[in-house]
């Protein structure tokens, strides 16, 4: 589960942020909504410890984080946290399946092959394992990112815009796919997106 509570950050002075309170239980799907500027990545990189809050509190599997020291939030979010990013960012030099283990080789686990190939024949990539990620579909790609979030089996996955740069078709198919696999690793899913296609699948939202 995540939860947060009176949230706030500045990037500057005239530049402040507060957020609703919220919190996602395991095997639950949380949508944050929110127009263009509103603070939607602002919010989604507080949760995965990438920015620090001025104030509130963070709590992972009711653990308090956002007071972890810059190294111990890294090994925490590595660990117990699966981004998917607005933008999938890739290893170039490396093929799918290694930029798949680098997620293992980041939490310092064992890396994880088989799993590798489990998600990728689930997620529909297994043909492009041994490729490099700049050979793959821009859909293809918000796949593999999929999959390098859920390496690890975290317990909270965040998902930045994952399906705006999509068709109505791949839209569906990708929000499902992030559902199934939260559902089936027990973890609590929260996007923030500005695509409204979404309040038809997700029922828990809140708007920013
Ligand atoms: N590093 C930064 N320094 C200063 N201001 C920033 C920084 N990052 C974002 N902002 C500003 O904070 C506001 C919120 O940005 P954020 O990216 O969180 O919004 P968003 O809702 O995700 O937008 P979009 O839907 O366009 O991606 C914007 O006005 C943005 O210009």
């Given at each position: 589960?995540?939860?947060?509570?009176?949230?706030?950050?500045?990037?500057?002075?005239?530049?402040?942020?507060?957020?609703?309170?919220?919190?996602?239980?395991?095997?639950?799907?949380?949508?944050?909504?929110?127009?263009?500027?509103?603070?939607?990545?602002?919010?989604?990189?507080?949760?995965?410890?990438?920015?620090?809050?001025?104030?509130?509190?963070?709590?992972?599997?009711?653990?308090e984080?956002?007071?972890?020291?810059?190294?111990?939030?890294?090994?925490?979010?590595?660990?117990?946290?699966?981004?998917?990013?607005?933008?999938?960012?890739?290893?170039?030099?490396?093929?799918?399946?290694?930029?798949?283990?680098?997620?293992?080789?980041?939490?310092?686990?064992?890396?994880?092959?088989?799993?590798?190939?489990?998600?990728?024949?689930?997620?529909?990539?297994?043909?492009?394992?041994?490729?490099?990620?700049?050979?793959?579909?821009?859909g293809?790609?918000?796949?593999?990112s999929?999959?390098?979030?859920l390496?690890?089996?975290?317990?909270?996955?965040?998902?930045?815009?994952?399906?705006?740069?999509?068709?109505?078709?791949?839209?569906?198919?990708?929000?499902?796919?992030?559902?199934?696999?939260?559902?089936?690793?027990?973890?609590?899913?929260?996007?923030?997106?500005?695509?409204?296609?979404?309040?038809?699948?997700?029922?828990?939202?809140?708007?920013?």
């Amino acid at each position: 589960m995540i939860a947060t509570q009176n949230l706030s950050f500045a990037y500057a002075t005239d530049k402040q942020f507060t957020f609703p309170d919220f919190s996602c239980a395991d095997r639950e799907t949380m949508l944050i909504l929110g127009k263009s500027g509103k603070g939607k990545t602002t919010f989604l990189h507080l949760m995965a410890l990438l920015l620090k809050p001025t104030g509130g509190k963070i709590q992972i599997n009711n653990q308090e984080i956002s007071e972890l020291s810059v190294s111990a939030a890294a090994d925490f979010r590595a660990k117990n946290v699966g981004i998917v990013y607005q933008k999938p960012h890739f290893v170039h030099a490396l093929s799918v399946l290694d930029n798949l283990l680098l997620s293992n080789y980041l939490a310092g686990k064992n890396q994880a092959k088989d799993k590798a190939k489990h998600l990728a024949e689930s997620l529909g990539f297994a043909e492009h394992l041994s490729k490099k990620t700049t050979q793959l579909s821009q859909g293809e790609q918000q796949r593999v990112s999929i999959a390098r979030a859920l390496m690890n089996s975290p317990s909270v996955i965040l998902a930045d815009e994952p399906t705006s740069s999509l068709d109505d078709d791949n839209c569906l198919k990708v929000i499902e796919l992030l559902k199934k696999q939260t559902q089936e690793i027990g973890a609590s899913l929260v996007v923030v997106t500005h695509d409204q296609r979404l309040k038809d699948v997700v029922e828990k939202r809140i708007e920013l």
